[in-house]
């Protein structure tokens, strides 16, 4: 599975749009690119999947360049609701018996502040 | 509608005693399933994962196991617990095929004295 690199941690102010970009190398040719969000105490929460150019849903959006070499995923609006954990992953979604196997990093602690 | 569940939601155990925590799910069959530990400030390490009853794979060695004697039910076991065991315990199931999501359980957060 590709090796991912996301920043350490980042903060916001309640309102502002917050930008979290992951940097994936040697991503496959199968591979897609999914974000997890965690909160304390909590397993990680799907946000949002993609494989290239742009994806939105009602949470967030996923920009992924040409080269698929890297993604940024896009907080309209952050809340102080919205202070989390945020993963990066790239996986093969359809991998013989390690489908589905998923490596978490240790993400992108976002604080956002009032 | 899907639903995993998993029990205890904490537990404090002194060193050298055993472990069971178990995992299940409700509302689909056949899920692949993952055990995974977070220790304090880290990131999720899979330990175990499943893709039917009694097949399971480990991906890092350690005195922990894993068992599967159910389609929708997973059992994390250790007969001696270290200190180094302690952490977050998140259980998580996924589908075959398509997309990767993976559904986290509440967890069981260990403490091992």
């Known amino acids: 599975l590709a090796k991912t690199t996301q920043p350490i941690s980042m903060d916001s102010y309640e309102g502002q749009e917050v930008n979290i970009t992951c940097s994936h190398n040697?991503?496959?040719?199968?591979?897609?690119i999914t974000w997890y969000q965690q909160f304390p105490s909590q397993g990680p929460r799907f946000i949002i999947q993609?494989?290239?150019t742009k994806v939105t849903n009602e949470v967030a959006s996923l920009f992924i360049p040409a080269d698929r070499k890297s993604s940024t995923l896009s907080l309209p609006r952050v809340s102080l609701s919205d202070t989390a954990v945020y993963y990066c992953?790239?996986?093969?979604?359809?991998?013989?018996?390690?489908?589905?196997?998923?490596?978490f990093g240790k993400g992108t602690k976002l604080s956002v502040k009032p | 509608s899907q639903t995993i569940h998993q029990w205890p939601a904490t537990l404090v155990q002194p060193v050298g005693s055993p472990l069971s925590l178990e995992c299940t799910v409700e509302?689909?069959?056949?899920?692949?399933l993952y055990w995974y530990r977070q220790a304090a400030g880290r990131g999720l390490q899979l330990l175990f994962y499943?893709?039917?009853?009694?097949?399971i794979s480990s991906e890092v060695p350690q005195n922990l196991s894993a068992s599967r004697p159910q389609d929708r039910q997973f059992i994390l076991s250790s007969k001696k617990l270290l200190l180094s065991d302690s952490g977050f315990y998140l259980c998580?199931?996924?589908?075959?095929?398509?997309?990767?999501?993976?559904?986290f359980g509440p967890g069981t957060r260990l403490t091992v004295l």
């Open positions: 998580a199931w996924g589908r075959l095929a398509g997309r990767s999501e993976q559904f």
């Open positions: 040697n991503i496959a040719t199968n591979d897609y």
């Open positions: 993609g494989y290239k």
């Open positions: 992953l790239v996986g093969d979604l359809n991998y013989g018996g390690s489908q589905g196997n998923l490596i």
């Open positions: 509302g689909t069959s056949n899920p692949n």
């Open positions: 499943s893709v039917g009853i009694g097949q």
